[in-house]
């Protein structure tokens, strides 16, 4: 089946200090991805996305690059803010079939001043 | 434009009643999901609505679960006889267009509703 796993949490970073969180997925095909953000207290927001191969999402700082060959999609960020602090879930969709998305288990991140 | 809108925000209730939840999606938007948030399961995917028709339903934990969407808009959640095992934060999405023509939409949450089963 299809299915989402990131690196489990919580991580917690230094303000400035470099950012990976690992994705990998499974799936029987292509689907598109994403990096949702949920900051404390506040709904699900997309983060970044990625519907082929090779693409590279990117927003506020933040990039992950679609890799078939590996099937992962990791997000990073060169300089994390205090701002950053929230939980991230990365996902899978196929829109050919049922639009439901995946979602990973998310990773809580928190930045100390 | 105002987002997708989720009422009431919070919600306890006893174990063995029935609770609604509802769903405004964005203006304009298709398609509609329900998702539940639980401590125990992570973010699951509940159900999908293109227009007022639920192609996929395969979510939906129990038969004491229901959905509803009229006009095309608002939707609403219905948990019979609710246990504790309920209790969960339920999310709702929507999107412009959905399912198929190998579009790329977007799904827009809105802020959720907690649900606390006593």
């Known amino acids: 089946g299809n299915s989402v796993t990131q690196m489990e949490g919580p991580v917690t970073l230094s303000e400035e200090a470099f950012l990976t969180i690992n994705c990998t997925y499974t799936?029987?095909?292509?689907?598109?991805l994403f990096w949702y953000v949920q900051y404390p207290g506040e709904g699900l927001q997309l983060l970044l996305k990625?519907?082929?191969?090779?693409d590279k999402g990117s927003n506020k700082g933040f990039e992950a690059t679609y890799r078939k060959e590996t099937t992962s999609f990791h997000l990073e960020k060169g300089s994390v803010q205090v701002s950053d602090s929230a939980v991230y879930f990365c996902?899978?969709?196929?829109?050919?079939?049922?639009?439901?998305?995946?979602f990973g288990s998310g990773t809580r991140l928190s930045i100390r001043p | 434009g105002a987002g997708v809108s989720q009422s009431p925000s919070n919600k306890v209730t006893e174990k063995g009643k029935d609770v609604e939840l509802r769903c405004d999606p964005i203006?304009?938007?298709?398609?509609l999901y329900w998702y539940r948030q639980s401590l125990g399961q992570g973010l699951e995917f509940l159900i999908y609505?293109?227009?007022?028709?639920?192609?996929?339903k395969s979510g939906l934990p129990s038969d004491r679960f229901s959905a509803e969407r009229t006009g095309g808009s608002v939707s609403t959640l219905t948990i019979q006889r609710t246990q504790q095992e309920d209790s969960a934060v339920y999310l709702c999405?929507?999107?412009?267009?959905?399912?198929?023509?190998?579009?790329?939409?977007?799904?827009?949450f809105g802020p959720g509703t907690r649900l606390t089963v006593l």
């Open positions: 990625a519907t082929k191969a090779d």
């Open positions: 996902a899978l969709l196929f829109y050919s079939s049922a639009s439901k998305i995946i």
């Open positions: 609505f293109q227009g007022n028709s639920a192609p996929d």
């Open positions: 999405a929507s999107s412009l267009e959905g399912v198929g023509r190998g579009n790329t939409d977007t799904q827009y």
């Open positions: 203006s304009g938007h298709t398609a």
């Open positions: 799936a029987t095909g292509y689907p598109s």
